[in-house]
């Protein structure tokens, strides 16, 4: 966010108003001569306007601060502090024209210049299509040496870069056809918020119009928003009451999205002076239901909360929201429906969506897995542009896109959603907020259409998508900003060995894991003869910001893999570049393994095939200093690895916080790392079947990051930790459901390098809910102090459905106290 005064979609919407070039002097004069502050139809005396403008404005209620301000103006017309003031507010009411007309009269009356002014006249120039007049403010503002020019001179360089480019950019599509819907639907008034129902047979908009009701909002000076109702009869809609009678209020509703599988309606409610807040109401089969609030853990107080798109199977909502933890404005905002009206903590969606400034007005399309949404980022074309981000589910096949014109235009544009055939939006691009209607061809996909992709064209849209080569890929403002965010994880394709790596396999002979083990060992010692080595120095010329460099596991002998060893150093003398995120990535760019360096800037990886491209890359490059990878050491390998599992920890529903028995295991981990440091552990994280699978692969990485930092702070080196982070798991099964996605709420540790057989003798078991304590101590034959210990809290209540770990000579066979598992891989 450019500012803490950026403007914000809201459900009373905003106004804008388009004034015609004339004399500055002029206008400035003749419009304080006709400000008048009233209330109930009495013009009332301001002591001091200016300080009730601030008041106002601190409140959010930029129409009324307007008002005060033009008065207080008025008395000081050449104090240009209040001129700017003014344009604030009317900034935050998308009002650009008007605003930008102020600024230049704060510059205008100003004694030196005023860089405040210059960059939001700028701002306001670019947001209303007039990029050329821009250069002038900029290049005065960048060459200027106050203090307050250079707090925003990268700002300002952003702001004429954007500028440049949007030349090159903004090129339209001439077979989208975007129309004004015709005085039937729209009003003089701010008509916004489009909502299909009915197969495409229903439109609802959110309208600042009369409604019966005369109350205006102090924030843009329109009526209070309700929603408003239109069948659509051939090409022509009719006005009908049907429906919105059991949302609207006195106060504003607007902003829903309809989930036909449920019969569930979905709006934002603002209630006067308090943040607006998500309610559903639901069809019972006797009429619509009375409209009440989504939870807590989606509806926070003192903070907006609004803008809902839930998916088609009602399983996942989207929202905009300034609550804390996003990344700066109005965020964009995902849940996961955990039971009827049950919601899970929301999650602010990543950098590929969400940004400093405000992204607002998401939609998801659920047939063609797109998330379109609306920001008010400078590369925009004006104010408001949408964009949509294609394989959204896909965590490794995302892409954003800025959709073209005339989809976006110089003013703001918003609320996109998508029927059948035809789509809405939400703009001002003709001066007053309407709805507009396009159309696509009958077997068309929505995003071919909206990205101006001819419809005969078979090939997917992913793959007609820019595409960056791998040596192109350093782009620090990509990587740098998803380093804390599931887009780089990785999506589940890294494979197990799949007759070498011993799974735990909770059910199987502990004879028969050993047979396997020592099966491993023997070809181990039969292939060590031609064990090869090769070592590679990187090119003194490394890539500082990304790529670190490449290499390849060519070999004559089929049978083996490599091990992978390096050390990164930083700057010149060169120091070790520790506690850096390390990428193996294939020669196609697809994300296989991370690591971290250590203090001594050491990495490893193992358990890669023979006859692979691989390169190396660094996750996230804050320094501008040369970085170079030195002593790069390929090690050839046996194929089939020596690797051993270690005992599993699990975690509760949609969390990643440890378990008390969790830290239990991961004790012990750290404890046998310690006696055996040759050895490396990659942390295998994985997530029940629940939920949407872009949110699982964000999970599954929290929660092999949580092992990672326990391990880390156990004393175990980082460069003997890798993270592969899968999403859903559906390894294991039983005859009870919630046992099964139990199960798979897990991470896994497998061990490389280790000579001898692993042997456990705890095992971690599901107890059935029928069991009491005293059941569970007679049956094991345990003492309480045991059970305990083991469990890392004192075991005075069971919980039902949840992991308890035993000692495995202490498990009955009977299946009387634990629920039987099966590992269906």
Partial sequence: MLSNLNPRLCIDMFGFLRIRNIDLRLLILLSLSMVSISSSGQNIAIQNPEQSGDQYFLAEQYFRAAQFYQLALKNDSSNHELAIKLAHSERNQFNYVKAAKWYQYAQHISPDFSAKAAYYQSLMLKNIGRCEETYLWLDSLLNSSQPEARALQWEAEQLKNSCQELALAARKVA??????????????????????????????????????????????????????????????????????????????EGAGCYVASRKEFYFTYCSNNQPCQIYFIAFTGKGWSAPAPLPPSVNVKEAETKHPSVSASGDTLFFASDRPGGRGGLDIWMSIRAEENQWLSPVCLDSLVNSTYDEVTPYYHSQEDQLYFASDNQRGFGGMDLYLVSEFSNAKSGVRRHLPMPINSPADDSYLVLGQQSGYLASNRDGNFDIYQFKKTKNQRWAQFLLGIPPLLTKPVADLLTAVPTDKIRRADYLNSELNDWIWVNSAQQKRLSSGATRFILNSDVNDIQMKQYQQQQKRNEMAQNLTVVSTIISPNADSTLILTSFSTDSSTANLTSVVTGTVTVSTPQQPFAEQIIE?????????????????????????????????????????????????????????????????????????????????????????????????????????????????????????????????????????????????????????????????????????????????????????????????????????????????????????????????????NDNSLFYQIIDIN
């Fill in 584 to 812: 193996l990535r294939e020669s196609g760019g697809e994300l296989l393994k991370t690591s971290t360096t250590n203090a001594t800037g050491e990495f490893r990886f193992v358990n890669l095939p023979a006859n692979s491209s691989y390169y190396l890359a660094l996750a996230s490059a804050e320094t501008q200093d040369t970085i170079s990878v030195s002593n790069l050491l390929l090690r050839a390998e046996p194929e089939y690895i020596f690797s051993q599992t270690f005992e599993p920890i699990y975690f509760n529903f949609n969390q990643h916080e440890l378990r008390p028995e969790s830290a239990k295991v991961l004790d012990a981990l750290a404890e046998f790392y310690q006696a055996n440091p040759e050895i490396s552990i990659e942390i295998n994280a994985f997530t029940d079947s629940l939920g949407n699978d872009l949110y699982n692969l964000l999970l599954s990485r929290k929660r092999g990051e949580a092992a990672f930092d326990y391990l880390i702070n156990s004393g175990v080196d980082r460069s003997a930790l890798a993270i592969n982070a899968n999403g859903v798991s559906t390894a294991y099964t039983s005859t009870n459901a919630y046992v099964s996605q139990q199960l798979n709420r897990r991470v896994e540790f497998e061990i490389f390098g280790l000579e001898n057989p692993l042997s456990r003798e705890v095992a971690t078991r599901i107890l059935r809910p029928s069991i009491d304590l005293a059941q569970l101590l007679e049956g094991t034959q345990m003492s309480w102090e045991e059970l305990s210990s083991l469990n890392g809290r004192p075991l005075d209540i069971l919980e039902p459905y949840k992991p308890i770990r035993i000692y495995k000579s202490k498990i009955a």
């Fill in 175 to 252: 077979s989208i056809t975007v129309l004004s819907l015709d005085s039937t639907v729209n009003s003089p008034n701010y008509d916004y918020a489009p909502v299909i129902m009915q197969h495409d047979s229903i439109l609802l908009l959110t309208s600042t119009r009369f409604a019966g009701k005369q109350k205006v909002s102090y924030r843009f000076g329109e009526n209070n928003a309700n929603f408003f109702a239109y069948r659509l009869q051939g090409s022509q809609f009719t006005d009908t009451s049907t429906f919105v009678s059991a949302i609207n209020t006195k106060a504003s």
